[in-house]
């Protein structure tokens, strides 16, 4: 583990950049002041990235606007892997025929539906459609009525032996400077123990969220995993992830883990990244090249 | 482990006898046809009973009632032991002052009133009250917006460092023939997971459920731990606990636990009863004295 | 939570004192300085104590020997409560028969044969006589060879439904001033995990260690929660449980908990003791009386 | 899900098989009677197939070898994917310099050496060395006295913030046709509990797994997922892990999964096979071409 002070230098040391979203280029204020910096410095210099992020609640071409609306234009969607095109993935490998019950909003029924299934939300689940539901996604934590719905669950899947699929495996997120708030994950698992059975789940640390960037990848060009490094925030899920598949790893201290913390929480978690930097912005001078 | 063909012979064999209420006493449909002749012999032969259960969403007064309306006379308040009554004796040796924030229905917010302190729904919780909630407390899973509430019930808890009571340990609960709910326990769970902190929980299995009625008995007779049986449907929550605070147990295999289920279930969890027993329902002629 | 400076009035202010042994008394080299002084004044003030430990590898007549050769005298068989004492009297109310395995040392059988059940080391279970074994009891982690007794103890479980209790729920216990060992209650947990059944388990945190202490001064004198105090080194088990059963409590600095972390402890776990105190050792000033 | 009679039409329907081990192709009596047929029939239809298995005792060279002497000679050591591999994978892109210490047999230390690494037995670990070490593998079960060195493993671990690897996710692993052993995966979740750190583990279910096998096949020939399926005797590893990363599945009766219980035990765990198959083993008729 070693102290960089300047995040230039880890991007002149690899090819290819996978960033975390929130916590790395942004938090509930807005972007991170002059990350656009380092998006600028990475075209310079012909560098690759990829923002792989445990978001199932928007497509990447929304998540990608909600960048470009605050200013950031570099991420294009393309730029984007979320854990719902992993369950996107699976629905079209190993699901088939009518209806894909889902929790979540209207725009994260579009993991669904770009897999050629028909979505049907869990409040519209009834006896007369209930044989026709082959699989159940727990996609966001809006868009339905938890008490409602989140009852309406356990009973589909007491009844229906189905695939459970989590497109996202956080507990929580946050939503403004103080608070946070329950995640779809966190409703899965409490689900998931209700009836007992074993749901598939999508997202960091798992490796396949980053294998399904590392395959997108090696379509158009050759790459080993020693030219890719993973910078995020979160020990957890960033790096532990990025280390067991083989990755670097950068811990910026610009989000979860605090600065006061960081060697703590390494220690006591056994979790240890390649590198720790204080965050992934470049200073101005980066760019006078 | 002893199959019995009458009910009868485990009322003559102890002094006190403890019902699990769901599934023993009662289920979706009403109370078990004939179970009222088991209440009568008892009278008869002037046995005890309790009812000992995981129910914190009324009052022993109410819960009484709802067996009065359903016509079983035989059980009045003074025979309910209810986890909520252990969260009222918490409450009582370890908490002072001002607020007690809650999750459940008014009627459950009884247990925190009779241990004199004020209830405070969580809905109601906001900045300029915050610092005076003392502890939060989880009674029932209705009674609040699942939504709104259970975020807020996060939010508190990574702000304000109090015990947190879970009056009922059931992840799930009975609501009709085919469908279950998701219990308070099962809510509190998943909160405390995403917290991290250690929430204090009452409820069988934990033996102090068991304790707290064996005490309310040694108040008035001197008793030994061999005269009394616990009688449930349950091998997870009534029997293992009932076992492990050292009573003989009955399991009955009218609710939870199906016939053709229970040699498996046995063998599988390693949980032995005492008895197994059809039903705690005796035959007419049981009363033919 | 309220800082002590002296733990003098602590005992002053109640009328029973329950102590942590490791920790709180001695440590890896000895009694803690000066603790001697706790007791001459416990004595003087004609307040009670008792020892509640969660070590079933000695009796309590041996473990009381153990402070008696290091020079504390006033720790006799009869103020030390074991977890080992839970477990015997789990045995006699439940097990009837022949033969109860045991991993363990030769002493801690003791907990075995005084409830008047035969011993059998797993070592010598075999085909001829597996079929009369009829608990299996988890004492201690050594007295046997691991490799060869952990497996046996694994295929005795798979075979025979029988009662398994853990009589320590400790994972890991400071065997020297840098080393921990691994206790039995974590072997059997690997265990429990690997044949997929439920044990019984006995030791702090669990409410059924403190009531078993509170039941058996409530034998020769009256007396209510509100009279006792738990003083405990490790907020998950002397705390906790001290808490959850209704007893002031007093974290003491001594031991598991540093003082540097203890604030921080408190927070993250939301276990608060009533009480925090540098150590449970008196000053030489507290005897002048 | 479909119940298919003849192994045949799978082998016909894929172009790359991949087989579990144990439970599929033998048992603790040696092969399945007739699975040589199944390879014959594999080469002669000029289909693909690789044993995936969580087993890190040995090399590839080995594990293939111990085929050969029992008669089974299409198995070569190129068709064999462990999870020692994966283990190796990850010492070659994550750990640099020196020593890494190992727990398991002079055989599974093959993963470490093959990786350009220096190994050290636990046993070997001491206060001279203890610095130099900079990773702690489980590889196996056995070659090290289980009480000296898991012990020695937790202190290792306490004392460094080093990358801790389990090579074989298994808990528990078939030595006979009674009786079953505690195996390393088994081991170290008991250890990692106990020094509260996380684990970096290899092995199915995890995908990792499954895409090693998945990108050695691209190297040498083009290739989709629905071209692969996965055979399996066990749901919860083989099927759920297969399902997972996107694969059709084959659930073999011949090992784990008994036939009266296979479909309750796919209800209840809600792991759902694309097929049944009473086993891999091919009728003498198949040859018949």
Same mark, same amino acid.
């Given at each position: 583990?070693?102290?960089?002070?300047?995040?230039?230098?880890?991007i002149?040391?690899y090819e290819?950049?996978?960033?975390?979203?929130?916590?790395?280029?942004?938090?509930?204020?807005?972007?991170l002041p002059?990350?656009?910096?380092?998006?600028?410095?990475?075209?310079?210099?012909?560098?690759?990235?990829?923002?792989v992020?445990?978001?199932a609640?928007r497509?990447?071409?929304?998540?990608?606007?909600?960048?470009?609306?605050?200013?950031?234009?570099?991420i294009?969607?393309d730029?984007?892997?979320?854990?719902?095109?992993?369950?996107?993935?699976?629905?079209?490998l190993?699901?088939?025929?009518?209806?894909?019950?889902?929790l979540?909003?209207?725009e994260?029924?579009?993991?669904?539906?770009?897999? &050629? $299934?028909k +979505?049907?939300p #869990?409040?519209?689940?009834n006896?007369?459609?209930? *044989?026709?539901v !082959?699989?159940?996604?727990?996609?966001?934590d809006?868009?339905?009525?938890?008490?409602?719905?989140l009852?309406?669950?356990?009973?589909?899947?007491r009844?229906?032996?189905i695939?459970?699929?989590?497109?996202?495996?956080?507990?929580a997120?946050?939503?403004?400077?103080?608070?946070?708030g329950?995640?779809?994950?966190?409703?899965?698992e409490m689900?998931?123990?209700?009836?007992?059975?074993?749901?598939?789940?999508?997202?960091?640390?798992?490796s396949q969220?980053?294998?399904?960037?590392?395959?997108?990848?090696?379509?158009?060009?050759?790459?080993?995993?020693?030219?890719?490094?993973?910078?995020?925030?979160?020990?957890?899920t960033?790096?532990v992830?990025?280390?067991?598949? &083989? $990755?670097d +790893?950068?811990? #910026?201290l610009?989000?979860?883990?605090?600065?006061? *913390?960081?060697? !703590?929480?390494i220690?006591?978690?056994?979790?240890?990244?390649?590198?720790i930097?204080?965050?992934?912005?470049?200073?101005?001078?980066?760019?006078?090249?």
């Amino acid at each position: 583990m070693k102290r960089i002070e300047d995040f230039k230098s880890i991007i002149d040391r690899y090819e290819i950049i996978f960033f975390d979203a929130f916590g790395v280029l942004k938090t509930h204020s807005g972007l991170l002041p002059g990350i656009e910096r380092t998006f600028a410095y990475l075209e310079d210099q012909k560098k690759e990235y990829y923002i792989v992020t445990n978001d199932a609640s928007r497509s990447p071409a929304q998540l990608a606007d909600s960048y470009h609306v605050k200013g950031l234009h570099a991420i294009s969607a393309d730029r984007i892997i979320s854990s719902g095109q992993l369950t996107k993935e699976y629905l079209e490998l190993k699901v088939e025929g009518d209806y894909v019950a889902y929790l979540g909003t209207d725009e994260s029924a579009h993991y669904i539906e770009s897999a &050629g $299934l028909k +979505t049907l939300p #869990v409040r519209d689940v009834n006896n007369s459609n209930i *044989d026709k539901v !082959n699989a159940l996604v727990f996609l966001d934590d809006e868009g339905f009525n938890w008490f409602d719905d989140l009852n309406k669950a356990v009973n589909i899947l007491r009844k229906r032996t189905i695939p459970a699929i989590v497109a996202n495996t956080d507990y929580a997120y946050p939503v403004s400077k103080q608070d946070v708030g329950i995640a779809i994950g966190g409703l899965a698992e409490m689900i998931e123990t209700i009836v007992g059975k074993k749901f598939i789940r999508f997202g960091k640390p798992d490796s396949q969220m980053f294998m399904f960037a590392y395959d997108l990848i090696r379509e158009y060009r050759p790459i080993t995993k020693k030219e890719i490094v993973m910078v995020g925030d979160t020990l957890e899920t960033d790096i532990v992830g990025g280390n067991k598949f &083989g $990755l670097d +790893t950068v811990l #910026v201290l610009s989000g979860n883990t605090l600065p006061k *913390d960081a060697d !703590n929480r390494i220690q006591t978690t056994g979790i240890v990244p390649t590198y720790i930097c204080d965050s992934a912005v470049l200073g101005p001078e980066a760019l006078n090249l």
